[in-house]
């Protein structure tokens, strides 16, 4: 048997810790911060290379298909994350259950086209979809390693990572799409992806671990438990994340799932990479200090109020210039997307803040809970949309927010107060410097829009917009809560 981890002291783990969250925050926000401009890049690209057609069969590819990649490693990397001590022959055979779950995964989404292919009626997706199954097969060599780096605050090595990952990806996938390859532009894009972060995934961790043929299914029977929960959290939390695009595209068809997909891709998938700069940051920390309640309700709502002060007011900037973002990044053929962009930019921002309770869930070993609570999330939220869809789109996006606002409200005394004795007050506290801030800059926004509309008409105004929204928050944060800003700006730039 291995030898385990030696543990460090407390003293040790709280002063890691803190130059953790702050080494972190600097180099995943960075890394964050330069993904959203390759994500919205990206997207302005494709909306001009391929039809609307074709983005949304993508769209009901990766509705289904993403659903897979919570498989390839049985929830058993959150399991290495938050174990306090590990064994050597614990990591090999965590490993090597991965592999072996990613190979399976493969065969059956090999299969899978013809299925897909009936529910949507789309025919075309059966030639497309087996390509799909080969990026499972790559996550999982690499994600164990992922899971290490994480595990032993790598922050650095993280942003590396994902930032070069995206980088070839978006490199290889425009090109394809520039000669006229089409959906398949996008799917082989995803595989280098893959192949990519798996590779230095590999690279950036390989001291910590190498392959040897060491299984022993005992050894990890407490972590598989954990994994197995952890699993059944992260699908129910996706399907629920995803079941706007599986009702559209099987109910509106493909064009409408398109005009719906670029809205999403815009306004809610920046502000969801916020979310695991500081997941990736918070989870680790806060499994290392499980018995502190107090040293993690004060990471968290770090955390909380670090997410908010970017998402709220991105979200606010997405609903007041929506009708000049669309036409000047996307063309005329795009605004259908302009009113689901408002709307998607509110839910997207919610979503961010609501995602971080999973990381305490997890931290307290919770993971059954983390997956119980998602399961009925999926149930309400599934049952509302489904019942929703036949009014149209618009409509089920203003129904997903009401859904999103009650669930917070009903779980939070088994997500927060149950866990780490986390009041309202101090979580709205928390929230209310940079919804107002985000409020205040909405309004004003609105308000000089309103003024200088004679000078304004064209969508190329968003670059004056822009930058003055950025002036009124910045100025009126700063003016309400002058300490945390000092505190976010030394944690990102000088630290």
């Known amino acids: 048997m291995g030898e385990p981890d030696s543990q460090p002291s407390g003293h040790q ?25 390759i994500s919205f890049v990206q997207n302005i690209l494709f909306s001009r290379l391929l039809t609307p057609r074709e983005l949304g069969l993508i769209g009901m590819i990766w509705s289904v298909l993403g659903l897979g990649q919570l498989f390839y490693d049985m929830g058993l990397s959150n399991a290495l994350v938050q174990r306090t001590s590990l064994t050597r022959r614990q990591i090999s055979t965590i490993y090597w259950l991965t592999v072996a779950c990613g190979c399976v995964l493969m065969g059956l989404v090999l299969m899978a086209g013809t299925m897909m292919a009936n529910f949507y009626k789309e025919p075309e997706l059966k030639q497309l979809v087996p390509w ?13 390693y992922w899971a290490l780096v994480q595990r032993n605050f790598r922050f650095r ?14 490199s290889v996938a425009i090109f ?3 000669r006229g390859f089409g959906p398949m532009a996008l799917i082989t894009g995803s595989l280098v992806m893959a192949g990519a972060k798996t590779m230095f995934s590999v690279a950036a961790g390989h001291d910590l671990f190498r392959p040897r043929f060491e299984f022993r299914f005992d050894d990890i029977r407490d972590m598989f438990q954990f994994g197995v929960f952890q699993m059944g959290d992260k699908i129910t939390n996706y399907l629920a994340s995803n079941v706007d695009y599986i009702l559209i595209g099987r109910y509106w068809g493909p064009a409408i799932l398109a005009n719906y997909r670029l809205a999403y891709e815009t306004a809610v998938r920046p502000l969801s990479l916020v979310n695991p700069v500081y997941g990736s940051i918070a989870f680790p ?203 976010y700006i030394n944690a990102l730039v000088f630290r």
Request: hydrophobic share 55%; with cysteine; glycine share 10%.
């Open 13 to 37: 783990v709280t002063e890691k810790a803190s130059s953790g969250i702050l080494s972190g925050t600097r180099w995943l926000s960075l890394s964050m911060l330069c993904l959203t401009i």
């Open 176 to 178: 394809l799409a520039n």
């Open 285 to 487: 920390v806060m499994s290392k200090m499980k018995d502190d309640k107090a040293g993690i309700r004060n990471i968290f709502l770090k955390a909380l109020k670090g997410v908010t002060a970017l998402t709220f007011p991105m979200a606010a900037g997405l609903v007041v210039l929506a009708d000049l973002a669309i036409p000047l990044f996307y063309g005329p053929n795009w605004q259908m997307a302009i009113p689901m962009l408002c709307g998607l930019g509110i839910v997207g921002a919610l979503r961010t803040v609501g995602n971080l309770g999973g990381s305490v869930l997890l931290s307290q070993g919770k993971a059954g809970r983390s997956f119980a609570l998602n399961a009925l999330n999926l149930l309400v939220l599934g049952g509302g949309l489904y019942l929703a869809v036949g009014q149209g789109v618009q409509f089920m996006i203003w129904c997903n927010l009401l859904i999103l606002v009650l669930i917070v409200i009903f779980t939070w005394h088994w997500i927060y107060w149950d866990t780490i004795q986390l009041s309202w007050r101090e979580y709205v506290s928390s929230l209310f410097g940079p919804t107002l801030s985000s409020a205040t800059m909405g309004i004003g926004l609105y308000l000089l829009r309103l003024a200088w509309r004679m000078y304004t008409k064209t969508p190329e105004s968003i670059y004056l917009w822009i930058p003055a929204g950025v002036l009124i928050y910045v100025l009126f944060w700063w003016c309400y809560d002058r300490k945390f800003v000092k505190w």
């Open 132 to 144: 799909v199954g080969v990026s499972f097969l790559l996550q999982s060599i690499g994600q164990p």
């Open 157 to 170: 090595a993280m942003a590396i990572i994902e930032l070069c990952a995206a980088l070839t990806s978006f």
